[in-house]
C-alpha cells in the first residue's frame, strides 16, 4: 500500500513539473514571435532583355511589439540574389528585402521566381514572387 501511495504522488509530481516547463515554453515562445506586413509580396518587371540584371526592393513593416529579425532570405534559383536589413527592426519600424535577379543564363519568356523570407514571426516563412518576360535583344 505504502509503494502505491509513493507511486501515485510520483506521478502527480511528475506531471505538475511538465505542466509548468509546458506553460513556461510556451510564454516565452509568444514573448520572441512579431508579425510582418509587406507593402507587397509580389512584383512584376515586365519585359527585360536577357543578359540584363534588374533590381526590386520589398518594404516591410515590424507590426508587432517585439524586435524584428529577418534571419534568412532564401531564393528560388541562383539567378536571383537578395539583400536585407540584417539589424533588428524595432516595432513600427521598416525594413527592405532587396532581390537582384540575373537574366543572363535565363531562356525567353515568361519568367516566375520566389524568396522564402525567415523571421521571427508568424508564420516564420513568408514567400515574396517576382516575374519577368525575358526577350531577345
Request: proline share 4%; charged share 20%.
Amino acid at each position: 500500500m505504502k509503494k502505491l501511495v509513493l507511486f501515485i504522488c510520483s506521478v502527480t509530481l511528475c506531471c505538475a513539473a511538465c505542466n509548468t516547463q509546458s506553460t513556461e515554453n510556451k510564454q516565452t515562445l509568444t514573448d520572441t514571435i512579431t508579425s510582418i506586413e509587406f507593402e507587397s509580396k509580389a512584383y512584376s518587371f515586365g519585359q527585360v532583355v536577357k543578359g540584363e540584371i534588374v533590381e526590386h526592393s520589398y518594404f516591410f513593416t515590424n507590426t508587432g511589439n517585439i524586435d524584428l529579425i529577418i534571419e534568412e532570405v532564401d531564393p528560388s534559383c541562383g539567378c536571383t540574389t537578395p539583400e536585407w536589413t540584417k539589424e533588428p527592426v524595432k516595432p513600427g519600424e521598416k525594413g527592405k528585402i532587396k532581390v537582384r535577379f540575373d537574366t543572363q543564363h535565363q531562356s525567353l519568356g515568361n519568367k516566375t521566381k520566389q524568396v522564402a523570407v525567415y523571421s521571427n514571426t508568424s508564420p516564420t516563412r513568408n514567400i515574396l514572387q517576382f516575374s519577368a518576360q525575358v526577350v531577345a535583344e
